[in-house]
């Protein structure tokens, strides 16, 4: 197989730069700016900040990193750490009692009171006309094995179980998830439509909300996020006041002489972000000459493109189960002669067609800055002649069943 004339394995980087590894003189690097710092999951499985424009290489699924590219967000959840702005009813509070997922000794632990009734926190942050919006904790069992979120004064909510990493029991719930980040501490989500007040319960083991309380048993929380939108994003750290976390914008890979007009293929091996109805795209070229990859709104499907002076010349899509999972694609073009390879299947050719013109950059957006990709991209090869299709399928295909697998987040028994 020829050697790709780029390629991106998200490795090296500085602020303001993500380096490729080919080509070697650095032309394809790409340019990174996101005006605020933001989070990540470390090497070492721990939540860490980065500064203003710098990449975020994210090790959340082990093994290597991907770049992990998210659309803006707030969190207006005012105190993350839960040190203020809440009302306690069965529960005491005690600040920076464990290791969070962060490393440092910041968790913040709630015992039950000896009191029978509801032991919970709550606060009034949601807007008060119904919109979508997104809550989360980071929490750890301490005696507490089941913790429910709640939002709409009680009316909608899903249990978490902190032994077994489960959801449980939920109502009026959009989507509820829960995710493992080691050491007993899970990550609880809910992505709910509602208004009014948001809180958190400890349950018993037969999953009531109103019993007597043991003052020995607790929940070590850390991380509270509450952020408007259909998905949850990495986490946001506040103190005091809402804080944004600036949108991705990665662009500005290669130049003239990187890119084939005449012919090429894209390769690209990415998952969205959440099956949203939002178009993300990944473009070599312009938004009227280009060769693109595009998550589509309104349909969990990938759709890939080359365009000609605004007249598509080749389009090619496919529906996906769930568009988090991970994917390879490549897109093949050549005059009268393209095609579209998706985990190493044959998705469909053409055998008519003109190729782009001035393809000078490769971006992580419409070829324009707009519809940036937000997801989890692995890697990104660009050669600039066409490979055969025994290649192609190679190309796209898994090296094992363990990384298949792996990468379709099926469980191994």
Sequence with gaps: ???????????????????????????????????????????????????ANVPRLDYSGGGCPVLLTEPQRTNIWTNSNLSASISLDGLTRTLNQGISPSGNNDATLFNETATTGTHRFYRLDIPSTSTDFSMSFFARKNGINIIRIVVQ?????????????????????????????????????????????????????????????????????????????????????????????NGDQVNGAGDAATFNDSEGVLMAEVSALANDGTDRYITLGTTVNNVYIRY??????????????????FIASTTLNDATVNTKLSI???????????????????????????????????????????????????????????????????????????????NII
């Design 1 to 51: 197989m020829a050697t790709p004339t780029l390629a991106l394995i998200p490795t090296g980087y500085k602020a303001g730069k993500l380096y490729s590894v080919l080509p070697e003189s650095g032309v394809g690097d790409f340019t990174v700016v996101r005006a605020t710092e933001a989070t990540r999951v470390n090497e070492e499985g721990l939540i860490e900040t980065m500064g």
């Design 153 to 245: 004064g009680g009316t909608k909510f899903a249990d978490f179980d902190l032994s077994l990493g489960t959801v449980g029991n939920e109502s009026g719930i959009n989507l509820s998830t829960i995710e493992d980040y080691g050491n007993g501490w899970y990550r609880c989500i809910i992505n709910v439509t509602a208004s009014g007040w948001v809180g958190l319960y400890a349950l018993n083991d037969s999953s009531q909300n109103s019993y007597l309380g043991d003052v020995s048993k607790g929940v070590y929380l850390y991380g509270a996020q509450l952020e408007l939108g259909s998905y949850s994003t990495s986490y946001i750290p506040t103190s005091g006041s809402a804080v944004t976390r």
């Design 296 to 313: 589509q709104t309104s349909t969990n499907s990938i759709r890939c493109n080359v365009t000609v002076n605004g007249s598509s010349q």
């Design 332 to 410: 093949k073009y050549k005059l009268n002669d393209f095609s579209l390879w998706i985990n190493g299947f044959l998705i469909k050719t053409d055998l008519s067609g003109l190729t782009p013109i001035g393809l000078s950059e490769l971006a992580f957006d419409d070829g324009g800055g707009g519809n940036d990709f937000y997801g989890n991209t692995k890697q990104i090869q660009y050669f600039n002649t066409v490979l055969t299709d025994s290649e192609l399928e190679t190309l796209t295909s898994w090296t094992s069943f363990i990384e298949m697998a792996q990468a379709q987040n099926y």
